[in-house]
């Protein structure tokens, strides 16, 4: 069965810059799997921040960025805000089935 | 804008169909997937699966393949969701969602289904 990995939490300070990313276990992540990302408030439905490795859409903060690193699909944040506090899940395509991360908490603190 | 709404029964008794229906609205349903995606209270996210408009071809999560239907109403500018044999484990806010070119861009807000008897 082919699982999608994230880091389950992360902490970082405004200001800072941080990456997340979301590995999957049949190999390296391509673009072929048109990795997406959403960001999740508590209460909230998920927010779509990028899609196709790392083409935005027309509300995501120019903060975010998307890129393949190391075998895996890559969310960077650069300059963290108090609001960027969420959680933030990657979306993978596998052919004929869609997988999801299971979620990195990121922290603001 | 496109705006998606869930509804449906918010309580559905074990080994029940949970059917939920969701209305598209400030947009045309042509040319797009329209899919589920659920969220069990405090986990994360699992994808159920999506319909084309165009064809009507259906994608579906393999665990859940042999319960599930989902399926368009045109007339309606509405598309659907059945789960048949529910359990607890299908305790979830349920998320209606826009599927594009590899892409999941427009969400609905979410409704919340228990299985409970």
């Known amino acids: 069965q082919t699982v999608v990995t994230q880091e389950p939490s992360l902490t970082v300070s405004p200001g800072e810059t941080v990456t997340l990313t979301c590995a999957s276990s049949t190999g390296a992540v391509t673009s072929g799997y048109y990795p997406n990302w959403f960001q999740q408030k508590p209460g909230q439905a998920p927010r779509p921040l990028l899609y196709s490795t790392s083409d935005k859409h027309s509300w995501t903060p120019a903060r975010f960025s998307g890129s393949l690193l190391g075998g895996k699909a890559a969310l960077t944040l650069s300059g963290v805000q108090p609001e960027d506090e969420a959680d933030y899940y990657c979306l993978l395509y596998y052919g004929d089935t869609v997988l999801i991360g299971g979620g990195t908490k990121l922290t603001v603190l | 804008q496109v705006q998606l709404q869930e509804s449906g029964p918010g309580l559905v008794k074990p080994s029940e169909t949970l059917s939920l229906s969701c209305t598209v609205s400030?947009?045309?349903?042509?040319?797009?997937?329209w899919g589920w995606i659920r969220q069990p209270p405090g986990k994360g996210l699992e994808w159920i699966g999506f319909?084309?408009?165009?064809?009507?071809?259906?994608k579906y999560n393999p665990s859940l393949k042999s319960r599930l239907a989902i399926s368009i109403h045109t007339s309606k500018n509405q598309f659907s969701l059945n789960l048949s044999y529910v359990t607890a484990a299908d305790t979830a806010i349920y998320y209606c969602v826009r599927v594009g070119e590899w892409l999941h861009d427009y969400w609905g807000q979410g409704t919340l289904v228990t299985v409970s008897s």
């Open positions: 400030g947009g045309s349903m042509r040319n797009f997937y």
């Open positions: 319909v084309s408009y165009n064809i009507g071809i259906t």
